[in-house]
Nanobody, 126 residues
Framework: QVQLVESGGGLVQAGGSLRLSCAAS????????VGWFRQAPGKEREFVAA????????YYADSVKGRFTISRDNAKNTVYLQMNSPKPEDTAVYYC???????????????????WGQGTQVTVSS
């Protein structure tokens, strides 16, 4: 089992940058695929980015490709989401999620994840 805690959210101007962190408990974090999702008011939670256990594979939603970067440091049990050039439409609560993966794959499907953090608010001003 793993517990996830997001941090780093806040208010950022469009065109700026922000880095979100997802800290995980447990000694086997390197066995988990991790994803970032977001949920804006009145909308469904949507996929943002995913990273495989070893960082060999990453995958992004088209809406953030080229602007956001997902990375992880298994020694620190932490996954990051670097948000560059954010836009007002990126405003949402951002969640990280983890799923124990047999293979070194990325997971972009929300229902595949077993563990979720509590979320961190990101607000992008124009």
């Amino acid at each position: 089992q793993v517990q996830l805690v997001e941090s780093g959210g806040g208010l950022v101007q469009a065109g700026g940058s922000l880095r979100l962190s997802c800290a995980a408990s447990g000694r086997t974090f390197s066995m988990y695929a991790v994803g970032w999702f977001r949920q804006a008011p009145g909308k469904e939670r949507e996929f943002v980015a995913a990273i495989s256990r070893s960082s060999s594979n990453t995958y992004y939603a088209d809406s953030v490709k080229g602007r956001f970067t997902i990375s992880r440091d298994n020694a620190k049990n932490t996954v990051y989401l670097q948000m560059n050039s954010p836009k007002p439409e990126d405003t949402a609560v951002y969640y990280c999620a983890a799923d124990r993966a047999t293979w070194d794959v990325v997971i972009a499907i929300r229902r595949e994840y077993d563990y979720w953090g509590q979320g961190t608010q990101v607000t992008v001003s124009s």
